[in-house]
């Protein structure tokens, strides 16, 4: 596989002043890559130990969703505010440039107990935080996180007591 961080841009001053933003994009555009990524990430133990995976809006719904596909286990969404439709349970979380909330819809988390959670990117970990809260709420199991990138000097890792699998390290 070639070098992923080889096609990650990082952005200055994006969203906000101070931020150098990590756009992973290029690496959907370059399928042997992305391809050799999903089989890798698929794979993985975490993924392996969960009934299903819970994907986080909306570059986690790429990475998500193609593991699902891969490693034939049920994806759920966890989404921003006003994205579904029916019961929800929310939670709220900090950025490294404000605060946001994620949803869940109640009834897509009643066939499973255990979850693997996919996202794109780990930096402070609050969106992945505000998941895994939920999920416990909720009383279901996290198999643990697997992730494209993991920005290590943000330290995201630190608040989470199950399995954190990062494919590259910056």
Same mark, same amino acid.
């Given at each position: 596989?070639?070098?992923?961080?080889?096609?990650?841009?990082?952005?200055?001053?994006?969203?906000?002043?101070?931020?150098?933003?990590?756009?992973?994009?290029?690496?959907?555009?370059?399928?042997?890559?992305?391809?050799? =990524?999903?089989?890798?990430? #698929? !794979?993985?133990?975490?993924? +392996?130990? *969960?009934?299903?995976?819970? &994907?986080?809006? /909306?570059?986690?719904?790429?990475?998500?969703?193609?593991?699902?596909?891969?490693?034939?286990?049920?994806?759920?969404?966890?989404?921003?505010?006003?994205?579904?439709?029916?019961?929800?349970?929310?939670?709220?979380?900090? =950025?490294?440039?404000?605060? #946001? !909330?994620?949803?869940?819809? +109640?009834? *897509?988390?009643?066939?499973? &107990?255990?979850? /693997?959670?996919?996202?794109?990117?780990?930096?402070?970990?609050?969106?992945?935080?505000?998941?895994?809260?939920?999920?416990?709420?909720?009383?279901k199991e996290i198999s643990g996180l697997i992730?494209?990138?993991?920005?290590?000097?943000?330290?995201?890792? #630190?608040?989470?007591?199950?399995?954190?699998? *990062?494919?590259?390290?910056?």
């Amino acid at each position: 596989m070639k070098n992923l961080e080889s096609l990650i841009k990082t952005y200055n001053d994006f969203p906000r002043k101070g931020i150098a933003f990590k756009d992973i994009l290029g690496i959907v555009q370059d399928t042997e890559v992305f391809r050799e =990524l999903i089989l890798k990430m #698929s !794979s993985n133990k975490v993924i +392996k130990s *969960s009934e299903a995976i819970i &994907s986080i809006d /909306a570059r986690g719904f790429i990475f998500g969703s193609a593991i699902s596909l891969q490693a034939s286990k049920p994806m759920i969404v966890a989404r921003k505010p006003g994205k579904l439709p029916g019961e929800i349970i929310k939670g709220n979380y900090n =950025l490294e440039y404000g605060k #946001s !909330s994620l949803s869940i819809q +109640k009834e *897509s988390l009643e066939k499973f &107990s255990s979850y /693997a959670i996919v996202d794109d990117l780990l930096a402070t970990g609050g969106t992945i935080e505000c998941v895994a809260n939920l999920l416990r709420k909720s009383g279901k199991e996290i198999s643990g996180l697997i992730t494209v990138v993991e920005l290590l000097e943000l330290n995201g890792r #630190s608040l989470f007591d199950f399995p954190v699998e *990062s494919m590259l390290i910056l």
